[in-house]
Structures are given as C-alpha cells and as structure tokens.
C-alpha cells in the first residue's frame, strides 16, 4: 500500500523568505501527485497538479516538483507571506482509472510578519 | 457557482445515534467521495462512488454507509456502530477515471459525540 509522508509537521519562517515543503511517497508507480492547502477548520484547495510524466507545474509564486525514481515531492514557495500560514497537504493517486488517492500526514506553515 | 455543499457544519450526537451528513455537487462531477480527518492523522477514504447507483469501501468504512441515489449528492450515515465517530467528515469530488482528476473539496462537517 502507498504511504506518504510530509516532513517537518509544522515550519515556521519569517516573512519574505522562500520556503521548500516536502512529501515523499513509498511507491513510485504514481499516476499524478497534488498539492493542497488546508485553513484551520475549512475543506481543502487544490493547488497544483502534476502528472507522472511532468517534472514540475508553476502557479503564481508556487512552484511543484516531482521526483518519481526518488519518491519526492517538493512545494517551493517565493517571497512568503503571513496569509500563506495554512496546513499543506500533498496527495498520489497510483491507479489511473481507479478514483483512490492516498494523502499526507500535511505540514503547517505559519508565515510571521 | 460550481462547488460543494457539505451540511451541517457543526453536528453534535449522542451516542447510540445516526446521523447523516449530507453532500451535494453542482459540478456534474462523475466521482464523489468521503474522508474522514483527525488530528496529526492524514484524510482517510470512508468510501468512494465513482457512477450513480455503485460505491467502494476505503480504508475505514467499518461503521459507515453512504447512498448514490443521484449523480450530484453522497450522503454520508455515521452509524451507532461507529467507535469513534467524533472527526472533520470531508467531501470531495473528482472526474472519474482516467484524466487529470484534480480533487475539489467541500467545507467540511465537524461531528461530536456527547
């Protein structure tokens, strides 16, 4: 079965700094990888989408790689800002025609002013 | 606007009883599904429905029913044989099979158990 794992649990870092957020996966037989952010009581975004045959996806300041031979995932994040505090969680689904995804344990990001 | 509505938002229960959480999708998703989320826990899959009318177990459906009576909602029914049912329910839904798959997620439904 897929495990994944995010590491550190939880990260803070003054504002303005560029940050990398981590996830690693056990089986690299993944179909796609997905990041998402979680505000404190509320569902989830989805952030960024990468297939197995792409190397990396870009949104705004938000930049996700993936590594499928060493099981990795990286979310870089440019020039943090306080309202980027949240928890992020990444996602693998290994089954392209079956709808499963298998979720982190997330990290959480406090971003301060 | 095209989304997920996931109700109530705060649910308290005694034990003993069922309660239904409710999901509906206005986005003509194929895929919907339920996770369950605790503290320092990933989301675990409770179940899974990918056509009208069909639905899988996850990982911990032990306690759980669900219905797919209609394409746009996935009830939820945390039943009295659920242990431990006090967690965030989280609905999400997807296009089905083989594509892109991007996950939208409702807001959640936070059950407590007196």
């Known amino acids: 079965k897929q495990e994944v794992t995010q590491i550190p649990a939880a990260l803070s870092v003054p504002e303005g700094e560029n940050l990398v957020l981590n996830c690693s996966f056990t089986d690299s037989a993944i179909y796609n990888l997905q990041w998402f952010r979680q505000d404190p009581g509320k569902g989830l975004t989805s952030l960024l989408l990468i297939q197995s045959s792409q190397r990396e996806q870009t949104s705004g300041r938000l930049n996700a790689s993936l590594d499928k031979s060493s099981g990795r995932s990286t979310l870089y994040i440019a020039a943090s800002q306080p309202g980027d505090s949240a928890t992020y969680l990444c996602?693998?689904?290994?089954?392209?025609?079956?709808?499963?995804?298998?979720f982190g344990t997330g990290t959480s990001l406090t971003v301060i002013p | 606007d095209g989304g997920i509505t996931q109700s109530p938002k705060y649910l308290f229960r005694k034990e003993g009883q069922n309660v239904t959480l409710s999901c509906e999708q206005n986005?003509?998703?194929?895929?919907m599904y339920w996770y369950r989320q605790d503290p320092g826990q990933g989301l675990r899959l409770i179940y899974y429905?990918?056509?009208?009318?069909?639905?899988q177990k996850g990982d911990i459906a032990e306690g759980y029913s669900v219905s797919r009576e209609k394409k746009e909602s996935f009830p939820l029914t945390v039943t009295s044989a659920q242990k431990n049912p006090t967690a965030f329910y989280l609905c999400a839904s997807s296009m089905a099979g083989v594509g892109a798959n991007v996950l939208t997620f409702g807001a959640g439904s936070r059950l407590t158990v007196l």
């Open positions: 986005l003509n998703h194929d895929a």
């Open positions: 996602a693998v689904k290994v089954n392209p025609s079956l709808d499963q995804f298998y």
């Open positions: 429905s990918q056509i009208v009318n069909d639905f």
